[in-house]
Structure formats: structure tokens, C-alpha cells
């Protein structure tokens, strides 16, 4: 720029030629053309222009070298409603100006191009303070601008990928400190975000003891290889529950001046491990199913053998208190068969399904009832509504009912009540007709976390004595008649006790098999 600015024919703009230039023009050019920062002065009240080897790249070949000597106005007149204002503030006040990262998008490489300037004018004075002239001196940052903005849309990106995804995201370092964790993390620990930036929460409360170990070993595949591989542990969640999760790590780049970050992934194993408990009972219950066949079948045999033999010895000419006592043997062995049938069979095959009147099936059961309901001291209000008759599978529904109101008897305190009702009920919107059986008890009623387990295998509040098998067998059957069952209960207030609702409806599958098997019926 020294060469062409000695060579330009000054003589033709109105800075004349370079033998002619005062002192002050001749010191300011000489002192920015041996500046490699970048740098720009407007000379004069028509701004004729000059500038070094450091501003040359910015402006191209647009307007280098046609730059050089060429009037302000006509060399930017994109930009002229911009720092027009600015150079005459500067030319008439003297005041120095300031920008940064300021956006002034000027033409080059055949277009207007928006461009980032960090730049100051500031006045050239002669010897008795009269302002001449305005000097540049600036930095071009497009590149930082953009690459800062294109960092912050990326940081942005994984930001919300990060706080948005089902997985939880754990940012800690080696030593156990948490800096960071995702909403999804958060909410399955209930802590806060807070109490995480106050560093209130550490790895070390959120492990339980029994995971030091794999834990341990984590870190050191961390140290060795950069990365752990997912393993299986529990997390401690701020009320004290332990959460199965499953866990993988990774070390994050170095950041200098801090101790290197690990960021871990989680993924919640809640729902996983509940499933297989289940699928272990459900094994584990169709093992007793089995057992309890087989039981049924051996005790069946050895039963009706002393049936019949309590039949023949009856049959005898006996004194009375004998007969009297036959007859008793032949009734407790009436129940014990009865229970054979009923409680052990609940692995039976279901044969085809009939047509049948609940209440009927209900009389049947509370008949067998009358024992322990006279020894509990229980009434029985039956409020049977002349239903139609419903297609089911009668042995099941008999199961069903034996167990609601095997519970009912076991809710109830002697005194209390219990009310088998029976209704016909038709759905109002779509018209269809069903028969709503309802089995309400005076008892004890049960508690909210009770209500939500009670048709879980196994689950029972009786200890020993229970199985937790009754409702959940009931369920299976009544999903398969196609019936809903509901559940009231309430607790230690007037009116206490537990209904169970259960409506069956007639348009069911069951329904439709009842159809055919009725016309099979009428055409035989
Ligand atoms: P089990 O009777 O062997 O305990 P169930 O599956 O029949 O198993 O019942 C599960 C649990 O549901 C019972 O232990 C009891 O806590 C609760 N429950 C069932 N029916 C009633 C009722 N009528 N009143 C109060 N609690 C009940
Ligand atoms: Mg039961």
C-alpha cells in the first residue's frame, strides 16, 4: 500500500499533490501505512481516502484499489446512512466513537455482504487543534461473530436435545461432584435444579452402599478406557426409594483449569423389573396352579371312596345317635369336597360357556356360605332384581363370587352386613343391555395403597392365612367375560365398608358364542 499510495496521482484529487501535504497528513499516513493492524483515514472535508496492507483483505477486490484517493461518499454509499452520521460527529465535535462486533454490511465479492466490524473513528488534529481529518482503526469479526453464533445454535441444539429426552443425563466429575442434571433425571430423583447448582446433591447420596463396588469399577474403566460400559445399578431418590436404573459413562474433553467431567446416561429400568417380578409370579403361579390340581385330583379319589362308604354304612339299620352322626360325617365331607371343587381348580380349563341367571350362581355360592356366616355373625340381604340371564362360564363365576364374598366374610365384623345384589342395567348411550352384580360389605374397608395392589398376584393383607390370589384370578375371569369390575372402599367413617361392582354385558364374545349355542339348542 506504501508503493501504490507514493505513485497515486495525488495532484487530481483535491488532497494535491504529495509535495503539497502539511505535516499533519504526511505524519498520519506515514503512521498507518506502517501499522499492520488495520487501519483507514478520511482526509479533508470531501473524506478522500487512504488505508494499509491490514485493511486491504476486507474490502476485496469491490473497492481495492479504487479505494485509495476516492471520496468516502462515493466509495460506501451502502453504508453512507450509517457512518455518515458518525465521521461528521467526529469532523465537527471531535468525539472519538466506539463499536463492537457492530453489524455494517458493506459490498464485496460482488454482493452486500453483512460483515462484522469492531472499530473507533477518532479526529486528526493539526498543530492549532482544527480537525482535518477522521482515523480508522478497526478489526473485521464476521468470523468470531458468526462462530460464536453458530456455537450458541449448536449449544442450543444439545441443550434441548439433552433436557428434552426420556433419558436422564447425569454431569459430574470423578471425585462425585453433580453439576448437572436433565428434567428427566430430576423428576424420577425429586430434586431440584437448585439443589443441584448449590451442590447438594453427590453421587455418593445417590448410590446405595450395596453399589460402591460396581461403582468403583466404573470409574476405573473411565480412567482406563474413557468410557464405562452400561451396567445395572439403583439410584436413591430423595424420599429414600431406590430406583432401578441402568447406567453407561463417558469423560468429557478436557476444559482447562477444571477437573475432568464425566457425563453419565440413565435410563429408568422401573417398568422392566416390575415386569419380570411379575412374569416370576405368574411362573411361580402356574406351578402352584399345577400343584394344586394335582391335589384336588388325589384328594377326589380317596373322597368319593368314603362317600360312598359313609352311604353304605347309612344305609344300614343304625341306632339313631349313629345315624345322626353318619349324617354329620357326610355333610363336613360335602364341604371338604366342595372345597376340592372350588378352591384347588382354579387351574381347571373352562369348558363352553352357557346362559345362566347370576342370582342363580349366587344362591349356589351363599348356600355354601351359611356356615361361616353364621359363625361370623353376618346377615345376608340379597336384593335380586329378576335379571336376565348372562353367557358365562358358570364354574368361573362361581369362582369369582366365592371370592368376593369369601373376602366380604373376612372384612366384616360380626354384627355387620353384607348385600348381594343383583340388577338389569342398560348403557343409556349405546343401549346395551347387561346385569350389574354388586357385592357390599359393612367391613373394615381398605387403604388407598391397599386399593391399588389388591388385584396383584400374591398381594394380600391377611399374612399367612391369604394368598393373594383370589381378586387376581377374578380379574383374569372377568376380563374374559368381557365384565368390568369396580372398586369402593372407605375407611374408619360411618357408612365404612367395600362394595365391589361388576357389570356384565350381554354383547360381549361371550355373548355372541351364547347366541349360537342357543340356536344349536332350538334347531336340535
Ligand atoms: P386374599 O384374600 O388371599 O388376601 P385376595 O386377592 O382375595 O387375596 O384379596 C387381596 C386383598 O384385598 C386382601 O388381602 C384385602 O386386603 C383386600 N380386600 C379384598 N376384598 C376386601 C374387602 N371386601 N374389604 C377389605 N379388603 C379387601
Ligand atoms: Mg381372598
Redesign the pocket.
Known amino acids: 500500500m506504501a508503493e501504490l499510495t507514493r505513485r497515486f496521482d495525488w495532484s487530481k484529487t483535491p488532497v494535491g499533490p504529495l509535495d503539497t501535504w502539511p505535516d499533519t497528513l504526511l505524519t498520519t499516513v506515514n503512521l498507518l501505512l506502517a501499522t499492520r493492524h488495520p487501519m483507514f483515514l478520511w482526509w479533508g472535508p470531501e473524506l478522500i481516502q487512504f488505508y494499509n496492507d491490514g485493511y486491504r483483505p476486507s474490502i476485496r477486490e469491490d473497492k481495492h484499489p479504487k479505494a485509495l484517493g476516492q471520496r468516502g461518499m462515493e466509495c460506501w454509499p451502502e453504508i453512507w446512512h450509517i457512518i455518515g452520521p458518525q465521521i461528521e460527529a467526529v469532523m465537527t465535535k471531535g468525539e472519538a466513537t466506539w463499536h463492537r462486533n457492530a453489524l455494517v454490511p458493506i459490498h464485496r465479492n460482488g454482493k452486500l455482504e453483512d460483515v462484522y466490524w469492531t472499530y473507533s473513528y477518532s479526529p486528526v488534529r493539526d498543530r492549532e487543534g482544527n480537525i482535518l481529518g477522521t482515523l480508522v482503526t478497526c478489526s473485521e469479526t464476521t468470523e468470531e461473530v458468526l462462530g460464536e453464533r453458530r456455537l450458541r445454535q449448536s449449544e442450543a441444539r444439545f441443550r434441548r436435545l439433552v433436557e428434552e429426552a426420556n433419558v436422564g443425563f447425569v454431569i459430574g466429575d470423578l471425585a462425585g461432584n453433580l453439576t448437572y442434571l436433565n428434567p428427566t433425571m430430576l423428576n424420577l430423583l425429586g430434586y431440584t435444579a437448585e439443589e443441584v447448582d448449590a451442590g447438594l446433591v453427590r453421587w455418593s447420596d445417590l448410590t446405595p452402599a450395596e453399589y460402591a463396588e460396581v461403582d468403583a469399577r466404573a470409574v476405573q474403566e473411565l480412567r482406563q478406557f474413557g468410557v464405562a460400559q452400561p451396567y445395572e445399578k439403583a439410584y436413591i431418590a430423595k424420599d429414600g426409594r431406590k430406583i432401578p436404573l441402568l447406567v453407561g459413562a463417558a469423560m468429557l474433553a478436557e476444559t482447562e483449569g477444571r477437573s475432568q467431567e464425566v457425563a453419565a446416561f440413565t435410563a429408568d429400568l422401573s417398568e422392566l423389573k416390575r415386569a419380570e417380578s411379575t412374569l416370576r409370579q405368574t411362573e411361580k403361579l402356574a406351578v402352584v396352579g399345577r400343584l394344586a390340581s394335582s391335589i384336588a385330583h388325589e384328594i377326589n379319589n380317596p373322597l368319593e371312596a368314603v362317600t360312598n362308604l359313609l352311604y353304605l354304612i347309612a344305609s344300614e339299620d343304625l341306632p339313631e345317635t349313629l345315624t345322626k352322626y353318619v349324617r354329620m360325617a357326610q355333610q363336613e365331607l360335602a364341604r371338604v369336597a366342595n372345597i376340592t371343587t372350588q378352591t384347588l381348580r382354579f387351574h381347571r380349563q373352562s369348558t363352553n360357556p352357557k346362559t345362566a341367571s347370576l342370582s342363580q350362581i349366587l344362591d349356589g355360592v351363599l348356600t355354601l356360605f351359611q356356615g361361616r356366616l353364621r359363625n361370623a355373625d353376618i346377615i345376608v340381604d340379597k336384593q335380586f332384581g329378576n335379571a336376565g340371564p348372562v353367557m358365562s362360564y358358570e364354574g368361573d363365576l362361581r369362582q369369582v363370587f366365592t ?2 364374598l ?3 366374610i ?2 366384616t365384623p360380626p354384627g355387620g352386613k353384607i348385600i348381594v345384589r343383583e340388577r338389569d342395567v342398560t348403557d343409556w348411550r349405546s343401549g346395551t343391555r347387561g346385569v350389574r352384580v354388586t357385592i357390599a ?1 359393612t ?4 387403604s388407598a395403597e ?1 386399593r391399588k ?3 396383584d398376584p400374591f ?4 399374612g399367612i392365612t ?7 384370578v ?1 380379574a383374569e375371569i372377568l376380563n374374559k367375560h368381557g365384565a368390568k369390575i369396580r372398586v369402593r ?1 372407605r375407611r374408619k367413617q360411618p357408612g365404612q ?2 362394595v ?1 361392582s361388576i357389570l356384565f354385558r350381554a354383547d360381549g364374545v361371550a355373548a355372541r358364542e351364547a347366541l349360537a349355542d342357543v340356536a344349536e339348542k332350538r334347531s336340535a
Open positions: 371370592n368376593l369369601s373376602n366380604a373376612d372384612a360389605d367391613g373394615h374397608g381398605m391397599t395392589m389388591i388385584f398381594f394380600t393383607t391377611k391369604g394368598t393373594g390370589l383370589g381378586l387376581w377374578s372402599s365398608g367395600t365391589f
